[in-house]
């Protein structure tokens, strides 16, 4: 079992920078691939950010690429969400998931995920 814990998310203005941590829980957090999801109001939950379990890949949704970095610790079971030059559309609830598929642990994709966190709200105001 692997628990998830996010941090770091908040009020920013368009334009402006967050970054997001999420910690787990448990001694598999360097076998998994580690995801960032959203849900903007009234919306369906997408795809934001995949990392491979060594760090060295990694996939972006177009709507983030360039401005978006996910990064990983592995020595602190802890992966990261740099967000700049955010836009008014980056608001939402920013989910961490860990996924065990093969295409994640690549750092390709991930359209699902075996744990989640419960979520942090990130508020981007013009």
């Known amino acids: 079992q692997v628990q998830l814990v996010e941090s770091g998310g908040g009020l920013a203005q368009a334009g402006g920078s967050l970054r997001l941590s999420c910690t787990a829980s448990?001694?598999?957090?360097?076998?998994?691939?580690m995801v960032w999801f959203r849900q903007a109001p009234g919306k369906e939950r997408e795809f934001v950010a995949v990392i491979s379990i060594g760090g060295a890949t990694t996939t972006y949704a177009d709507s983030v690429k360039g401005r978006f970095t996910i990064s990983r610790e592995n020595s602190k079971n802890t992966v990261y969400l740099q967000m700049n030059s955010l836009k008014l559309e980056d608001t939402g609830v920013y989910y961490c998931a860990a996924d065990r598929s093969t295409a994640a642990r690549f750092g390709r994709m991930s359209t699902s995920a075996d744990y989640w966190g419960p979520g942090t709200q990130v508020t981007v105001s013009s």
């Open positions: 448990g001694r598999t957090f360097s076998s998994l691939g």
